[in-house]
């Protein structure tokens, strides 16, 4: 039997080991199809976000960029995927960026990795923070986007005041899951996401 897309791969992978072996596919077989899949998602996303025309997937509704500011409005309330990347040089002003409370922190390993320091300034194309929403991609960007004391939930409050220097100077893409592979959200996101997390190496967050 052919797997011949991820939503049938994704089926495979939840049937019983008999009712597998009956279609000729191993537990082996299934994973091997997953990973490949997914390395390949990953891979064009992260070699298309300079040339995101060129983008195309079988998994999102292709791809949406916009300029990050308090107004920022997506039409879409789907699970997806999303990328904020610096479009501007701005300044890291002496460790301001980490003074916000439930807020993910700058990535020691990753400015290793990249080969500068953690107080260095944001620059241009590099990718500040990546994420995914198992809900609603908007709801979970205007947590990251805003700011209220009152709100416990862990995002990047870019309106904060200790963040909001970088506000307006980002760009983010967001890559909105297709209707079909929906109740498969959790397993497809958190893959891609992780996997994106070792490619672009954000300066911000931890990887899942």
Do not use: W
């Amino acid at each position: 039997m052919v797997l011949r897309t991820i939503g049938e791969v994704l089926k495979a992978r939840v049937l019983r080991k008999d009712k597998m072996l009956y279609l000729g596919i191993t537990f082996e077989d299934v994973m091997k199809s997953i990973d490949k899949f997914f390395d390949d998602e990953s891979d064009e996303i992260a070699n298309n976000l300079n040339s995101i025309d060129k983008y195309s997937s079988e998994l999102f509704n292709g791809v949406v960029e916009k300029n990050v500011s308090k107004s920022i409005q997506f039409k879409t309330t789907n699970p997806g995927i999303y990328i904020f990347r610096m479009n501007n040089t701005v300044k890291n002003q002496n460790g301001c960026f980490d003074k916000v409370s439930a807020a993910p922190k700058l990535n020691g390993k990753n400015h290793s990795k990249l080969r500068i320091k953690k107080d260095s300034d944001f620059l241009a194309d590099q990718i500040l923070y990546l994420g995914k929403s198992e809900e609603s991609v908007f709801k979970r960007l205007n947590e990251h986007i805003t700011y209220n004391e009152n709100n416990k939930t862990y995002a990047l409050k870019l309106s904060d005041e200790n963040r909001s220097n970088v506000l307006g100077n980002i760009d983010v893409f967001v890559f909105e899951l297709k209707e079909e592979y929906i109740e498969f959200a959790k397993t497809i996101l958190s893959s891609i996401e992780s996997r994106l997390h070792d490619k672009l190496l954000p300066r911000v967050g931890s990887k899942k």
